[in-house]
């Protein structure tokens, strides 16, 4: 019982602070722009007392370069979102499934936040929808936030990543970042129906250039991020990997 009403509570939240947080942001600034995230991250870091969740981040300096960029991270569940505005960096914006646009005030927020929302059962549109991101990209000096899995993932593992977010980064040729999120199952498990506090780690690791790199080196690139975000989870997570060790297994980057 105790989980539902800590999850319940969360959309209550999500639904109240996204309401509050439309006015505020209109009154700022207006209507939607990417400065609005600013103000979305204020109000969303309150949500980790609520839960007492405790955030241990690495490396975020390397998030905070003035210059635009691909954010790349895992995606566990709707809790990603604290952890995604614990460290999200000025002038960023998200590509989310579209389905969150429909969620009343949720939805507002999120567009007046500039997140741009995608249909991932029509390709083509999402497709186009990105490359119009990937030509604004460094005009307008934006990062660009994305969970290449394409959808919340709650095994012990990643997902295979899907291929948008590197085709949006070797388009306006910026670096891709990946900041990888320990797993949450020691204090979240819905199928247990646990949800209770903890820690979560959070390493943002250095950043992947894709400068000279065209289409044909997506899939490396992808491979290259996919390995060292996996490693890192397993780190940041305690999971033995394959070996055995709990230790950074540093394969040579290939
Ligand atoms: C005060 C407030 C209180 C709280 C309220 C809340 C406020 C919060 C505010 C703000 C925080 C918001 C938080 C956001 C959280 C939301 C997270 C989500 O919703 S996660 C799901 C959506 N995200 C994705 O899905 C991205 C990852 N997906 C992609 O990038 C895919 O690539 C996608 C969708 C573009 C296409 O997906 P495919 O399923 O078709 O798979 P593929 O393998 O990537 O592509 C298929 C083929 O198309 C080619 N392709 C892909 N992209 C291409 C491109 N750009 N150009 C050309 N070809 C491309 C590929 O090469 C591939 O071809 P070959 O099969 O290899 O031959
Ligand atoms: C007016 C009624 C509105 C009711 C909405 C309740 C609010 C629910 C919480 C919304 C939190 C929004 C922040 C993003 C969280 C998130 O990450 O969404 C899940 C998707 O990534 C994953 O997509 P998928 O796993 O494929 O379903």
């Not at 979305?40 to 975020?60: A, D, L, M, P, W």
């Not at 119009?132 to 990209?137: A, C, H, I, Q, S």
Request: charged share 20%; with cysteine; proline share 5%.
């Amino acid at each position: 019982a105790n989980f539902y009403f800590r999850i319940g509570s969360y959309c209550v939240l999500c639904v109240v602070f996204s309401a509050v947080a439309c006015v505020v942001c209109v009154l700022c600034h207006g209507g939607r722009t990417v400065r609005n995230m600013s103000i979305i991250k204020r109000f969303v870091r309150i949500f980790k007392y609520f839960y007492g969740i405790q955030f241990e981040t690495y490396g975020e300096e390397k998030l905070h370069d003035d210059k635009p960029c691909v954010i790349i991270s895992n995606h566990q569940s709707i809790l990603d979102m604290m952890g995604l505005m614990e460290v999200l960096p000025r002038n960023c914006i998200q590509i989310a499934k579209r389905e969150l646009f429909y969620m009343g005030p949720v939805g507002l927020i999120m567009y007046l936040g500039g997140v741009i929302f995608i249909n991932r059962k029509r390709t083509s549109a999402a497709m186009s929808a990105m490359e119009e991101v990937g030509n604004t990209l460094v005009q307008e000096n934006l990062k660009v936030w994305i969970y290449p899995e394409g959808t919340r993932n709650e095994s012990y593992d990643l997902l295979p990543f899907k291929k948008g977010a590197f085709y949006l980064a070797v388009q306006a040729q910026v670096p891709v970042i990946p900041v990888v999120y320990s797993s949450f199952s020691s204090f979240y498990h819905p199928e247990k129906k646990i949800f209770t506090s903890g820690k979560i780690k959070v390493e943002v690791l250095d950043p992947i250039k894709t400068e000279g790199l065209t289409v044909t080196d997506i899939p490396k690139l992808l491979e290259t991020c996919h390995s060292v975000m996996r490693e890192t989870f397993f780190r940041l997570s305690n999971k033995p990997n394959e070996n055995g060790t709990n230790g950074p297994t540093s394969q040579p980057m290939q």
